[in-house]
């Protein structure tokens, strides 16, 4: 072949993988939301140009994303629909794993899926289950899921959980969780409610339950601060909309419980409460509440906020740091943060 004919030929190629490529990063999703800058700082966080991508919609309500690194995909619950699903660039949404909540024959009603999820230290995939009324972990491979399930916590001192909301686990391999009433068919009222009370509580690596706090009045989010020195639970209740911070001391328990900060008073026409939230590897906080997802520093300064029509839920944070996602309603969305 000519020399110059394997040329051409080369650059036809070149040419159409980069206009397949062009093509790809240009897919066009609706956008919603606003952006407000407060601080100077925030300008480090994310780019005043950034957009909320809808990328995926249609669920009674999203909650609990996870972004999953080995398998470029977003796993995400819709709660009443009792079904985690599954988000990655090339396919959509695809439904991933059902039931993800509730595996009884029982009939019954209420927010009976999964709700918050993360990875354990062996990387399996931890589950809220509402309807269950435990932690579990998903006893299957991620490339073939399967609702086989394996408890990890089902009660407090003989008392079955209330609905296990949120969930993380800590360098050591500890799983920590919150406990408010909403998976409850009748909510407080429900004549089922064992525990009087809305915990947080840690799974120890050989199974013990431990209670961190049972003050909080709806204990929702969770997470540390880089370190682990420092965890921050929000509480999604509307007469006490609060973010929590607690000290973790050298035993492992908890104390010196405070306000790290608080909406109390705020405009009620906004849509959600302190709710999910993520921390970055600065100390950055993503917390969404009334409104959308409010960015805080490490000392509780409001640094900025993403305004959103609909209530937000949670939100996840890629590894990189340079995106996140926010389950909102019934959106999932998408903000690259930072080029």
Not at 178 to 199: A, C, H
Request: charge should be negative; aromatic fraction near 12%.
């Amino acid at each position: 072949m000519k020399p110059f004919l394997i040329l051409f030929i080369a650059f036809l190629f070149f040419t159409c993988n980069n206009e397949k490529k062009e093509n790809q990063d240009k897919q066009m999703y609706k956008t919603t939301g606003t952006y407000e800058r407060y601080d100077p700082a925030l300008d480090s966080i994310i780019d005043k140009d950034a957009k909320a991508d809808i990328i995926a919609e249609g669920f009674e309500w999203s909650e609990g994303p996870l972004w999953i690194e080995k398998y470029k995909m977003l796993l995400f619950s819709d709660v009443p629909r009792d079904t985690i699903y599954k988000w990655t660039e090339e396919n959509g949404k695809e439904i991933y794993l059902t039931p993800s909540g509730y595996t009884d024959s029982i009939p019954r009603g209420g927010e009976m899926g999964s709700n918050g999820l993360t990875l354990d230290r062996d990387d399996h995939l931890v589950l809220c289950q509402c309807g269950n009324r435990q932690i579990a972990i998903m006893d299957a491979p991620f490339d073939n899921p399967a609702p086989k399930y394996i408890p990890l916590a089902k009660q407090f001192n003989g008392k079955k959980f209330n609905s296990p909301n949120d969930v993380i686990a800590d360098s050591k391999g500890d799983i920590f969780f919150t406990d408010p009433p909403y998976g409850l068919e009748k909510g407080m009222d429900d004549p089922k409610k064992e525990i009087p009370f809305q915990g947080v509580y840690k799974i120890t690596r050989d199974g013990k339950v431990i209670l961190i706090t049972d003050s909080l009045t709806r204990p929702n989010g969770l997470a540390f601060f880089p370190g682990e020195k420092t965890l921050l639970v929000a509480n999604s209740d509307p007469d006490k909309p609060n973010w929590y911070a607690f000290d973790v001391n050298e035993d492992g328990s908890f104390s010196n419980g405070r306000i790290f900060f608080s909406v109390a008073g705020y405009d009620k026409s906004l849509k959600g409460l302190p709710d999910g939230l993520k921390i970055d590897s600065k100390g950055n906080v993503f917390a969404t509440g009334p409104g959308g997802v409010y960015i805080f520093n490490s000392e509780g300064k409001k640094l900025g906020m993403l305004r959103f029509d609909n209530a937000t839920s949670n939100c996840a944070l890629s590894p990189d740091e340079k995106t996140l996602y926010v389950t909102n309603d019934m959106y999932v969305l998408r903000i690259k943060l930072r080029k």
